[in-house]
């Protein structure tokens, strides 16, 4: 049956996509979570409406090196300075666009797999099947979008 | 992976095949710790994807500043901080047991099981401590006062 052919290479692309995950992941936390100049969230917590996170004075000079001494260090400003180097902004769209395809395989072929142990009607199965993976479709087009258009 | 329909159909009996259907839905097993981790997996996995699908929906953000200004600055209120760490969490967990199963399936750690799950539960531990210090630390802050907290290695 080739749909048993094809369900082994998912499972030892489901081990394969995994691994790297863990990889890629490491990089992003790093990048969005401790990095002092690129990170995105900082550790501290807000409350008040149109209060802004205060970044470190790393994030900031960072900012006003590529944006003027005027410029502030806002959440899209942080972002924004990491993509102000075209051979980074090219490899960090580049890694995002390859995360969001190893995440969504990942994350939705697991999904399935649930799924299909307990929807028990082959029709059931289709359709959950179908409407994920459609699911899974259109999240990579928007995310796609995003990485790419980021900065434009 | 699940027991194809096809291949075991239901009793001849169509009362017997009822409740055989109703009851291998959701087949129970003896919860031993094998199982608890299988069962983990299954639903740290399931969070995993709802919260992917939040993540990427939420950054179509990226092509205004003023709105991502305001996801981000909300990612900072107490609630986005706890669920940041159960985030963590999920993820440590997931990605270790995942590793684990890896190491087992591809390299036929088998033997080595019992020490593999120990060392893996440590490494664990300590990415959960050491990654969601950040949340811990911005929690204790606006808990207790500025200064509260150690910064430690932030």
Redesign the interface.
């Known amino acids: 049956m080739a749909s048993s052919q094809s369900?082994a290479l998912n499972?030892f692309l489901h081990?394969i996509t995994?691994?790297f995950?863990?990889f890629m992941?490491i990089t992003h936390?790093w990048v969005q979570?401790?990095d002092h100049q690129v990170a995105?969230?900082?550790?501290?917590?807000?409350?008040e409406k149109?209060?802004?996170?205060e970044y470190p004075e790393e994030a900031k000079e960072g900012v006003k090196a590529r944006f003027g001494p005027d410029a502030e260090a806002?959440?899209?400003q942080v972002?924004m300075q990491r993509l102000a180097d075209p051979v980074y902004a090219f490899l960090w769209k580049g890694f995002n666009v390859l995360f969001?395809i190893v995440?969504?395989h990942h994350?939705?072929y697991?999904?399935n797999?649930?799924m299909?142990?307990?929807i028990?009607n082959?029709m059931g199965r289709l359709i959950a099947s179908v409407l994920s993976w459609t699911?899974a479709l259109g999240?990579f087009i928007?995310?796609t979008?995003?990485v790419i258009?980021?900065g434009w | 992976m699940a027991v194809d329909t096809r291949e075991r159909p239901p009793k001849a009996s169509s009362k017997d095949a009822a409740t055989a259907e109703q009851e291998s839905r959701f087949q129970r097993y003896r919860i031993r710790t094998g199982m608890f981790a299988w069962m983990m997996h299954r639903l740290t996995g399931v969070g995993l994807v709802v919260y992917l699908i939040i993540h990427i929906w939420g950054l179509t953000a990226l092509t205004d500043p003023e709105t991502f200004n305001a996801l981000i600055a909300k990612y900072h209120s107490p609630i986005f901080k706890v669920g940041e760490f159960a985030l963590l969490v999920a993820v440590a967990y997931h990605a270790m047991n995942g590793l684990r199963i890896v190491l087992i399936d591809l390299l036929g750690w088998s033997p080595k099981q019992k020490r593999l799950f120990a060392t893996l539960g440590a490494v664990t531990l300590l990415i959960i401590l050491v990654g969601g210090w950040p949340s811990i630390y911005a929690l204790g802050e606006w808990l207790f006062g500025p200064g509260s907290m150690p910064s430690l290695f932030l």
């Open positions: 369900n499972w081990r995994g691994t995950l863990v992941l936390f979570h401790y995105s969230v900082t550790h501290e917590v807000v409350t149109n209060e802004m996170p806002t959440p899209y972002v969001l995440a969504l994350g939705f697991g999904l797999n649930v299909t142990d307990y028990r082959p699911v999240l928007i995310g979008y995003s258009t980021a």
